[in-house]
């Protein structure tokens, strides 16, 4: 069973980038016709899709997010990560990494999801 792992800081500032890692097991994150994708949940808000890697590489991201944005990865690794960066308090949110299947996107398999808080 594919497990996916969210990692990085529970705190940023305003202003800053926000850097978080997805670590995948027992699943290649090139395998064909999964994509790999990013969700976010404000508090007391529902889901709100970032972004996502193919399996060969590729990246989209949501154009309300485009601007601020970054997905890579690490095949080696086996981990894909993202960058938001000149956060501000509204990206506040339990941030999710997730599994795609590319042909209608369904979401299989999920991280626990990480709370990221954004303050001074």
């Known amino acids: 069973q594919v497990q996916l792992q969210e990692s990085g800081p529970g705190l940023v500032k305003p202003s800053q980038t926000l850097s978080l890692t997805c670590t995948v097991s027992?699943?290649?994150?090139?395998?064909?016709?999964?994509?790999w994708s990013w969700i976010r949940q404000p508090p007391g808000k529902g889901l709100e899709w970032i972004g996502y890697?193919?399996?060969?590489?590729?990246?989209y991201y949501s154009p309300s997010l485009k601007s601020r944005t970054s997905i890579s990865r690490d095949t080696s690794k086996n981990q894909f990560t993202l960058q938001l960066s000149s956060v501000t308090p509204e990206d506040t949110a339990v941030y999710y990494c997730?599994?795609?299947?590319?042909?209608?996107?369904?979401?299989?398999?999920w991280g626990k999801g990480t709370l990221v808080t954004v303050s001074s």
């Open positions: 890697i193919t399996y060969s590489g590729i990246t």
């Open positions: 997730a599994r795609v299947y590319y042909s209608d996107f369904f979401m299989d398999y």
């Open positions: 027992s699943g290649s994150i090139t395998t064909n016709y999964y994509y």
